[in-house]
């Protein structure tokens, strides 16, 4: 568990420098173009990369040694980072920079997120899943935690620029982690020493589909993805007119209050028992609280419902984590999660790809004053900038909630057993 713990404090450090650049560029983005469909584009191109790319990374966690690819993906994306600051700082400002600076980082975290992963599965029994599932997640949630109030008000007092250089600092402690336990943790070694990509992608995929319970997660997780997609890329949109930078940056930090409460909760009492049926009622109560985000203008509202909404994120992706890692032998872990992580996060591209248009073209100008539902929904939720955001945040909650009860009670996700293995 100590070697784990490292490699994980120096995740948690470098999280915290990549939330605080998310977070600078969707408010640079938003005020350099004045639009939510840019704010989409970049977050889509920060992330499609890692996912179209995620399989080949995780083949190669199971081909090479799993330190070595998180070290050479940590150092190799700070070049993205390096190219956006440069940039900047020379007066070549403006969206092209951020666009091609998101998609180089973004190549690279697709070599370290499977082999983080799967290092995870290296190190623990299968007794520990649920309990490092929760440290992984407040490493993963300190970038909506500690982040955003970090980055407000860096940018009340700083430009960008220095919100960049943190993050490509905060790189490097993240390498010094690994490098530190590496020379300790023997490398998983391949069946055979034959490399035959095809047909090792292949495996990784049969791995998934060859088990009908881990098959319905994946799709399960995959529909998770494009509703929380929603909140993930519309929230500051939405709360950036009724407030400032620095008060939508303290918003989102407190927001993510819940998703620490429910993270430390597992990572101290873990979840011995009923992963499956905790899954589905977890999701449930994401989709209902995602669903009152929108209700209201109410800042306090707001942020009640999203603390709420963050404090159920845990135990669905721990319950998710340990039912799908039981079911997957250690030998293919790398390629079975780089499979995972291109499946379920397709959700997450088609999010970013549709709901900033449908937001500037659709949602928003049915909710304006005049708009086509201002006197039937905009009686209820308000009319003006950020409630067709507010609309759209309603209907993907409860649709999550339909999808929960639809796929989660499925009996091959409900039959999963976690034990020693």
């Given at each position: 568990?100590?070697?784990?713990?490292?490699?994980?404090?120096?995740?948690?450090?470098?999280?915290?420098?990549?939330?605080?650049?998310?977070?600078?560029?969707?408010?640079?983005?938003?005020?350099?173009?004045?639009?939510?469909?840019?704010?989409?584009?970049?977050?889509?191109?920060?992330?499609?990369?890692t996912i179209l790319l995620s399989p080949i990374g995780g083949l190669l966690a199971d081909r090479f040694d799993r330190r070595l690819m998180m070290i050479c993906g940590d150092l190799f994306s700070a070049l993205g980072l390096v190219?956006?600051?440069?940039?900047?700082?020379?007066?070549?400002?403006?969206?092209?920079?951020?666009?091609?600076?998101?998609?180089?980082?973004?190549?690279f975290i697709s070599l370290l997120d499977p082999s983080y992963k799967a290092t995870v599965t290296d190190l623990l029994t299968s007794e520990e899943y649920a309990k490092a599932s929760g440290l992984v997640q407040i490493a993963s949630n300190a970038k909506y935690l500690v982040s955003p109030a970090l980055a407000g008000l860096l940018l009340g007092i700083a430009d960008?620029?220095?919100?960049?250089?943190?993050?490509?600092?905060?790189?490097?402690?993240?390498?010094?982690?690994?490098?530190?336990?590496?020379?300790?943790?023997?490398?998983?070694?391949?069946?055979?020493?034959?490399?035959?990509?095809?047909?090792?992608?292949?495996?990784?995929?049969?791995?998934?589909?060859?088990n009908k319970g881990v098959l319905l997660l994946v799709v399960l997780m995959a529909f998770m993805c494009f509703f929380i997609g929603f909140i993930q890329t519309l929230m500051i949109p939405m709360v950036l007119p009724l407030s400032d930078t620095r008060t939508v940056g303290i918003f989102e930090s407190v927001s993510a209050v819940g998703m620490l409460a429910g993270s430390v909760a597992i990572g101290i009492r873990g979840i011995k028992r009923h992963?499956?049926?905790?899954?589905?009622?977890?999701?449930?109560?994401?989709?209902?609280?995602?669903?009152?985000?929108?209700?209201?203008?109410?800042?306090?509202?707001?942020?009640?419902?999203?603390?709420?909404?963050?404090?159920?994120?845990?135990?669905?992706?721990?319950?998710?984590?340990?039912?799908?890692?039981?079911?997957i032998p250690n030998e293919t872990q790398g390629r079975a999660w780089g499979m995972i992580s291109l499946l379920t996060q397709i959700g997450y591209v088609a999010v970013y790809a549709s709901c900033g248009v449908?937001?500037?073209?659709?949602?928003?100008?049915?909710?304006?004053?005049?708009?086509?539902?201002?006197?039937?929904?905009?009686?209820?939720?308000?009319?003006?900038?950020?409630?067709?955001?507010?609309?759209?945040?309603?209907?993907?909650?409860?649709?999550m909630v339909v999808v929960a009860f639809a796929l989660g009670n499925c009996a091959s996700i409900q039959a999963i057993e976690v034990r020693d293995r």
């Open positions: 568990m100590k070697k784990f713990l490292t490699i994980w404090a120096g995740e948690l450090v470098s999280n915290i420098g990549s939330g605080m650049t998310a977070f600078a560029l969707s408010v640079y983005v938003l005020q350099l173009t004045g639009s939510v469909t840019w704010v989409s584009v970049v977050t889509m191109l920060a992330y499609l990369p190219y956006i600051l440069v940039s900047i700082k020379t007066g070549h400002g403006g969206l092209a920079p951020i666009l091609v600076g998101v998609v180089v980082n973004s190549v960008i620029s220095v919100i960049l250089m943190i993050d490509i600092c905060t790189i490097f402690v993240t390498v010094f982690a690994v490098m530190s336990v590496r020379k300790s943790i023997a490398a998983v070694k391949p069946k055979s020493d034959t490399f035959h990509f095809i047909a090792e992608m292949k495996e990784g995929l049969r791995t998934i589909t060859s992963h499956a049926k905790i899954l589905v009622v977890a999701l449930v109560f994401c989709g209902g609280f995602m669903a009152l985000t929108g209700c209201s203008t109410n800042l306090l509202f707001i942020l009640v419902a999203c603390v709420l909404f963050f404090a159920t994120l845990p135990f669905v992706n721990t319950c998710a984590d340990v039912l799908i890692r039981v079911s449908l937001a500037d073209h659709m949602f928003e100008p049915m909710l304006q004053k005049n708009g086509a539902l201002a006197q039937s929904v905009g009686r209820i939720i308000g009319t003006g900038a950020g409630r067709g955001i507010g609309f759209m945040l309603m209907l993907a909650g409860l649709a």
